[in-house]
C-alpha cells in the first residue's frame, strides 16, 4: 500500500498521482489528515441534508465549517497537521450536535456516523476512505472531478463570506454535491449530470464575489503598477483575500512601513478603495511558485492569506518572517487568528517589519492591469470597432494557473508567436508568463488584458457573452475566441466547470489534461465540449489563427 494518494492538481508525478510525498511538498500524513477531513465533511453535509428534509433550517455556522476546511485542502493552503486535525475534531462534533439534532440515524453512510477522538484510528481510517477507495475509475474520476469543483467553489464563497456576503443556495448546492459523492446508487449518467450542475454553482459562486468585490471595494479600473521598491521597510502581502489586504492596510496607515502584493494579490492596485492608501507601494515578484528566490530578498515578513504556499528549503532564511492567516497553514510559522465578521489584529507583524531592512529590488518599473468586465465594457465601442476593421482578428482566452514545471514555458512562447492582431484576455497567476512581455498594443487597446485573480475568470465570461450580445450572435463559440487556459489546481477546475455549464466549447487545457479524469470521462468531455490539451507552439499556433 502507498503511504498516501493524491492527484488532484497538475504537477502531480508522472500526472498519475503521487504516493510517496506530495510534489507539492505534501507529507503522507498531511495528505491523508486531509482525505479524513474531506471524509467528514461530506458525511456532515449527509446529515445536514437530511436535516433541510425534515424542515429544519441549517445555522450559518455549519456552511462556513464545511467551505472553509474544503479551502483548506486546496493544493499550497495548509500543511499544518495540527491545524488540520483540529479542524477534523471540530467537523465530527458538528456531525455529532447535528445527529442528536435530527433525532435518527436512519438511510446516513457511515461518514456521517463515524466518530472517533482516537488518532490512531483517525491514521488507520485515513487510509481506508481516500480516493481510491472508490473502485469504479470512471465513477472516481467524476467524484474527484465534482469534489476539486466543490473546492475550487469553496475559496471563492470563502472570500465572499469575509466581505458578509452569502449565498444560501451555493451552501446547499456544495452539501448536496458533497453528499451525492458518497451515494454508490449514482452512476456516471448521474455523476456527469452532476458535474454540469457543479459548474452552474461555480457561475452562481464566482458572481457572488464578484458582486461581494466590487461593492466593497469598487470596480476595477486600467491601473499601472510599480515592481520596484521604495526605501521604507515593507510587508509582503499573497494569496487572494482582499479583506485581510484591507485590514492590513488600515492598521499600516502612518506607521512607516509599506505593504506590497505579491503573485494573486496584484489585482488588489486595480480596485478604487485601495488607492487611497499611500503606502500601498506596488507588486514585488512574480507567480507563487518563485517564492523560496523572492521572499529571501524582500527582507520584510511576508503574509499569506490563502493557498500557493511553496514548503521552505532547508537552508530558508524567512521562516522566522513568514506568518500565515484564514485557511492558511505552515508549522514553523505564525498563525493570525480571525473569524468571519472580526478585525484581525496585525500588529505583531507590523512591528516586526519595523525592525528589518528596506526590500531589496529585484525589478523595476510598471505593468498595467484592471480590465475586468465594466472597464472592458466602457471600451466595447473601440474594441468593436477594431474587431470590425480588422485590427483585432482574435481573442485569446488565457487565464488559469503558473507553476514552476519547464513545459510551462509554452505560453510565454504562445504569447510571443501569436499574430500581432491577438488579444490576450487573462486572469490567474498565468500572467506572470507574458504580463511583462513588450506586447504592444491595438489602437490603444493593450494586447494582454488582465481582469484580475483566478476568481475574475468570471470577468473573462462575462466579456464573452457581452461580445456576443454586441456582434448579434445566437452561440458563445462563433465568437473570433480561442481558449488556451493553463491550469494548476482546483480554483482552476470551477472556473472550468463554469464555463462548460455556459457552453463554451473548444477548450485546451494545458500543460497536462488532469490525472483525475479517466480515459471514459476524457472521452465524455470530449464528445460533448471538445475539450483538448495542447501541442506545440508551433502546432497550436498554426490550429489557432489559420
Not at 8 to 24: F, L, P
Not at 40 to 68: F, P, W
Not at 409 to 429: D, H, R
Request: glycine fraction near 8%; hydrophobic fraction near 40%; include cysteine.
Amino acid at each position: 500500500m502507498s503511504d498516501m494518494f493524491c492527484f488532484q492538481c497538475q504537477e502531480t508525478a508522472k500526472n498519475e498521482g503521487c504516493t510517496r510525498v506530495g510534489v507539492c511538498g505534501k507529507q503522507p500524513d498531511v495528505s491523508n489528515a486531509q482525505d479524513l477531513l474531506i471524509w467528514n465533511c461530506k458525511g456532515l453535509s449527509a446529515i445536514l441534508m437530511a436535516l433541510r428534509e425534515t424542515g429544519k433550517s441549517v445555522d450559518q455556522y455549519y456552511n462556513h465549517l464545511i467551505t472553509g476546511s474544503l479551502f483548506m485542502t486546496i493544493t499550497n493552503a495548509n500543511f499544518d497537521i495540527d491545524v488540520i486535525e483540529a479542524r477534523t475534531a471540530e467537523v465530527m462534533k458538528a456531525k455529532k450536535d447535528c445527529l442528536f439534532e435530527l433525532g435518527s440515524e436512519a438511510n446516513l453512510p457511515e461518514a456521517a456516523l463515524w466518530q472517533s477522538e482516537d488518532k490512531d484510528e483517525w491514521h488507520e481510517k485515513s487510509k481506508t476512505i481516500g480516493v481510491l477507495s472508490t473502485e469504479d475509475e470512471d465513477v472516481r474520476s467524476l467524484r474527484e472531478l465534482i469534489t476539486y469543483g466543490l473546492k475550487g467553489l469553496s475559496a471563492y464563497t470563502k472570500h465572499a463570506n469575509v466581505l458578509l456576503h452569502e449565498d444560501e443556495d451555493v451552501d446547499l448546492f456544495i452539501q448536496k454535491a458533497l453528499a451525492a459523492t458518497l451515494n454508490d446508487s449514482l452512476g456516471v449518467p448521474e455523476l456527469v449530470e452532476l458535474t454540469l450542475a457543479t459548474g452552474e454553482a461555480g457561475v452562481k459562486g464566482m458572481a457572488l464575489l464578484d458582486a461581494a468585490n466590487t461593492e466593497t471595494y469598487g470596480n476595477p479600473e486600467i491601473t499601472e503598477v510599480s515592481i520596484g521598491v521604495r526605501d521604507n521597510p515593507g510587508i509582503l502581502i499573497s494569496g487572494h483575500d482582499l479583506r485581510d489586504l484591507e485590514m492590513l492596510l488600515e492598521q499600516t496607515a502612518g506607521t512607516g512601513v509599506d505593504v506590497y502584493t505579491h503573485s494573486e494579490m496584484l489585482p488588489a492596485h486595480y480596485y478604487p478603495h485601495f488607492k487611497k492608501y499611500p503606502h500601498f507601494a506596488g507588486n514585488y515578484g512574480n507567480a507563487w511558485w518563485k517564492q523560496r528566490d523572492e521572499f529571501e530578498p524582500f527582507n520584510g515578513p511576508i503574509l499569506m492569506t490563502t493557498n500557493c504556499i511553496v514548503p521552505l528549503a532547508k537552508n530558508n532564511t524567512y521562516l522566522d518572517r513568514l506568518y500565515t492567516t484564514g485557511m492558511a497553514g505552515y508549522p514553523g510559522a505564525k498563525h493570525i487568528p480571525g473569524e468571519i465578521g472580526e478585525e484581525k489584529d496585525f500588529s505583531e507583524i507590523i512591528e516586526h517589519a519595523k525592525l528589518c531592512p528596506s526590500p531589496t529590488e529585484i525589478e523595476s518599473g510598471t505593468i498595467v492591469g484592471g480590465f475586468a468586465h465594466e472597464q472592458v465594457f466602457a471600451l466595447a465601442d473601440k474594441v468593436v470597432d477594431a474587431v470590425k476593421s480588422g485590427a483585432i482578428t482574435k481573442f485569446v482566452v488565457m487565464g488559469g494557473c503558473d507553476g514552476r514545471h519547464k513545459t510551462r514555458s509554452y505560453y510565454e512562447e504562445f504569447a510571443k508567436g501569436m499574430p500581432e492582431s491577438a488579444v490576450i484576455l487573462t486572469a490567474g497567476c498565468a500572467k506572470y508568463r507574458y504580463n511583462k512581455l513588450d506586447l504592444g498594443d491595438i489602437g490603444g487597446i493593450p494586447r494582454v488584458l488582465d481582469a484580475g485573480q483566478c476568481n475574475d475568470s468570471y470577468s473573462l465570461a462575462l466579456i464573452a457573452l457581452k461580445l456576443k450580445e454586441v456582434f448579434g450572435l445566437d452561440d458563445i463559440n462563433d465568437l473570433p475566441i480561442v481558449y488556451n487556459i493553463a491550469w494548476y489546481e482546483q480554483k482552476a477546475v470551477i472556473v472550468l466547470l463554469a464555463l462548460l455549464y455556459l457552453g463554451v466549447k473548444n477548450i485546451h487545457l494545458g500543460p497536462t489534461l488532469p490525472a483525475f479524469l479517466s480515459p471514459n470521462v476524457v472521452n465524455v468531455l470530449v464528445e460533448q465540449f471538445n475539450i483538448g490539451g495542447i501541442s506545440t507552439v508551433e502546432e497550436d499556433l498554426e490550429a489557432f489563427f489559420a
